[in-house]
C-alpha cells in the first residue's frame, strides 16, 4: 500500500510564508508525477501545482510566482513553498502521487492539511 502524509500547515497571516511537505510510503514504489491540489470551504478541488520526476513543474497560473513546488525523489517527498500568502488561499491543501507498485498504477492522495490565513 502507499500513504502519502502532509505536513506544514497552519494559521499565517497574510503576507506570511508556509512550507508544506508531502512524503510517501510504500515499498517497491516508482512515483511519476506529484502535485499539490487545494480545496476552499464550498469550492471545487483545483491544482496549484505539479512536478514530474524529472523536475518540470506546472502551476496554476494564479500562483505563479508566489508558490513553488519541489521534490526529493530519493526521500519521495515533495515540498510546496508558499510565499505572500492571501486570505483567498485559505484552504485544506491535499498532496497527491501517481504511483506504479508492484505493476499497478494508480493516483493516491493524502488526507490534507488545513492552511488558514488571516487577514
Known amino acids: 500500500q502507499v500513504q502519502l502524509v502532509e505536513s506544514g500547515g497552519g494559521l499565517v497571516q497574510a503576507g506570511g510564508s508556509l512550507r508544506l511537505s508531502c512524503a510517501a510510503s510504500?515499498?517497491?514504489?516508482?512515483?511519476?508525477?506529484m502535485g499539490w491540489y487545494r480545496q476552499a470551504p464550498g469550492k471545487q478541488r483545483e491544482l496549484v501545482a505539479t512536478i514530474t520526476n524529472s523536475g518540470s513543474t506546472n502551476y496554476a497560473d494564479s500562483l505563479l510566482g508566489r508558490f513553488t513546488i519541489s521534490r526529493d525523489n530519493a526521500k519521495k517527498t515533495v515540498d510546496l513553498q508558499m510565499n505572500s500568502l492571501k486570505p483567498e488561499d485559505t484552504a485544506v491543501y491535499y498532496c497527491?502521487?501517481?504511483?506504479?507498485?508492484?505493476?499497478?498504477?494508480?493516483?493516491?492522495w493524502g488526507q490534507g492539511t488545513q492552511v488558514t490565513v488571516s487577514s
Open positions: 510504500g515499498r517497491s514504489l516508482y512515483i511519476y508525477d
Open positions: 497527491n502521487a501517481d504511483v506504479s507498485i508492484w505493476g499497478l498504477r494508480r493516483v493516491y
